[in-house]
């Protein structure tokens, strides 16, 4: 018994923090809208890839639709909406899409503001 306790308190300790799986970008994107689509074609393929997809893996939902479980500071109004979220609370946000430059630089000082370290593995 002893040692069943002892190998589950080192399994515990040797996994991966958790945080990452916590933290997540979310899109709110709707039918229709051109910047969705203009981010799609800038953004979506390379985010995956990146340390900040890595870190906070992308989730889109339809903001004409049902809403994730996340607590938001503000309703989301328009599209797209980026919401950088940790533990299911809104940590950051973007709001429209202000083009392939800009974005980047807008998310990496939201992660900064909210702390989350980037994932700079692989």
Same mark, same amino acid.
């Given at each position: 018994?002893?040692?069943?306790?002892?190998?589950?308190?080192?399994? +515990? $300790?040797?996994?991966?923090?958790?945080? *990452?799986?916590?933290?997540?970008?979310?899109?709110?994107?709707? &039918?229709?809208? #051109?910047?969705?689509?203009?981010?799609?074609?800038? +953004? $979506?393929?390379?985010?995956?890839?990146? *340390?900040?997809?890595?870190?906070?893996?992308?989730?889109?939902? &339809?903001?004409? #639709?049902?809403?994730?479980?996340?607590?938001?500071?503000?309703?989301?109004?328009?599209?797209?909406?980026?919401?950088?979220?940790?533990?299911?609370?809104?940590?950051?946000?973007?709001?429209?899409?202000?083009?392939?430059?800009?974005?980047?630089?807008?998310?990496?000082?939201?992660?900064?503001?909210?702390?989350?370290?980037?994932?700079?593995?692989?």
């Amino acid at each position: 018994m002893a040692l069943l306790k002892t190998l589950t308190v080192l399994l +515990i $300790a040797l996994a991966p923090y958790p945080a *990452a799986a916590d933290t997540y970008l979310y899109m709110a994107e709707e &039918d229709g809208c #051109s910047w969705c689509a203009k981010w799609d074609d800038e +953004i $979506a393929h390379i985010y995956p890839k990146t *340390a900040e997809g890595k870190t906070a893996p992308l989730k889109r939902f &339809d903001l004409f #639709s049902e809403t994730p479980d996340v607590t938001f500071k503000n309703r989301v109004r328009f599209t797209p909406t980026f919401v950088l979220v940790q533990n299911g609370v809104e940590v950051g946000r973007i709001e429209g899409y202000p083009g392939e430059d800009f974005f980047w630089s807008l998310l990496t000082m939201m992660f900064k503001r909210a702390n989350i370290p980037l994932d700079q593995t692989g």
